[in-house]
């Protein structure tokens, strides 16, 4: 979607629908600023009536992107050394998609727009029990004096408004029961250097070594499937 406001986010959104389709991905949240609000609403209405899943793949580089630039372009007129590019590859889906969950949760977005799926792309899934535990407890000690109030507890909007994919995420799929098989969906990132092929079998196998076949037959194609409404192609 581009990143030129709501009005623009709307009329792209209903455009590709028109073509066919299934999902869309956001680089930025859809009015345009800086943090979620009340102003993104409409796209979410709507993309919520046109059953489109709405995908974030490992953040949202119109926000983060280009603040972390400019970080870096100062600290480099001051002749800091370059940072290893691994810091970032390795960390940067933990550290962002948790962020990114907790904004959309205790905005009450799904309390408004209930049935609105979101999918991060390239985060992995092993951290979302303990990020689900921390934001229950934090909303039970802190909802008061933050103004927060949910219809439920924020680690139940996980399972009925978001999924996310892995591509090595052994320890993820060993914690499955606590983050819902029907919540992961394998991915692979061809052709980019992430991507496993040709040796994305035996990497699937791995991770699917004493799953029940139903469980890997789902995270493998079945919720993608359901999620994108490709069910019998």
Excluded at 59 to 68: M, P, Q
Excluded at 78 to 97: R, Y
Excluded at 119 to 134: C, I, R, Y
Excluded at 157 to 185: S, V
Aim: proline share 6%; aromatic share 8%; net charge neutral.
């Amino acid at each position: 979607m581009p990143n030129v406001g709501i009005e623009g986010s709307l009329a792209e959104l209903r455009r590709t629908k028109q073509m066919g389709m299934k999902g869309c991905t956001i680089m930025a949240w859809p009015s345009g600023a800086m943090n979620l609000s009340r102003d993104d609403d409409p796209f979410w209405a709507e993309a919520e009536r046109l059953g489109m899943p709405v995908s974030i793949h490992v953040r949202l580089s119109g926000k983060e992107g280009l603040k972390g630039a400019a970080a870096v372009g100062a600290l480099a007129g001051k002749g800091a050394a370059p940072q290893n590019p691994l810091i970032g590859m390795s960390t940067g889906a933990v550290a962002d998609a948790p962020k990114l969950l907790a904004e959309m949760v205790y905005s009450g977005m799904f309390d408004r727009f209930p049935r609105l799926q979101i999918v991060f792309g390239e985060v992995n899934v092993g951290w979302v029990p303990l990020v689900l535990e921390s934001m229950d407890d934090h909303y039970n000690r802190d909802r008061i004096w933050t103004r927060t109030e949910l219809a439920r507890m924020p680690s139940t909007y996980w399972r009925t408004n978001f999924a996310a994919t892995f591509i090595i995420d052994r320890f993820g799929i060993r914690n499955r029961d606590l983050i819902g098989p029907e919540t992961i969906l394998w991915s692979t990132d061809y052709p980019h250097h992430r991507c496993d092929w040709l040796e994305s079998q035996r990497i699937i196998a791995e991770h699917m070594q004493g799953v029940p076949a139903d469980e890997a037959a789902a995270m493998c194609a079945g919720n993608a499937a359901r999620i994108y409404g490709l069910a019998g192609r």
